[in-house]
């Protein structure tokens, strides 16, 4: 027994507007403002030649909190240990010559480079390091470059 034919059968096609219009059941919404990205946001505020161990604090918090953990531990500063004469350590943090040491201007290029060539020289992953300088070409782009907003 036959219920229907191929014959019979309506196909239902979709009606196509042009132009700007929306079909009546979207709901239009506006654009959102554009988000400025972390990267800019760092570059306004350190120079990667000319950076202290406390902008390198910073820079790696800020890199944690952006989600980029594995980047953020190469700009974690040295420890703030002294060796004394008779042998022992002491942690020098909060004291007049540990902060010395943490607003001690250098080139976080250089020190970079430094890390990943002895590392290199003792047969060390320089994977991290790498990324790092990677990320400090980034953010002097950032710093020397005009912001393309997309909504202009």
Do not use: C
């Not at 929306?22 to 760092?42: F, G, N, T, V, W």
């Not at 002895?118 to 950032?142: E, G, H, S, V, W």
Request: proline share 7%; aromatic share 6%; no cysteine.
């Amino acid at each position: 027994m036959q219920i229907g034919s191929a014959t019979s059968t309506i196909m239902a096609t979709l009606a196509h507007k042009a132009g700007n219009e929306l079909p009546p059941d979207k709901a239009q919404e506006a654009q959102r403002p554009q988000d400025k990205s972390y990267i800019r946001e760092l570059a306004a505020s350190i120079d990667p030649k000319n950076m202290s161990w406390q902008e390198s604090m910073d820079l790696a918090n800020a890199l944690m909190k952006a989600g980029e953990g594995d980047l953020s531990t190469a700009f974690l500063p040295p420890p703030l240990l002294k060796l004394n004469d008779d042998g022992s350590v002491t942690d020098i943090r909060g004291t007049p010559e540990g902060d010395a040491r943490m607003n001690a201007k250098f080139n976080m290029f250089d020190s970079l480079n430094d890390r990943i060539e002895y590392r290199k020289q003792n047969n060390q992953p320089t994977k991290i390091l790498d990324d790092a300088l990677a990320f400090l070409d980034r953010l002097q782009i950032a710093k020397t470059t005009p912001s393309i907003d997309e909504f202009t």
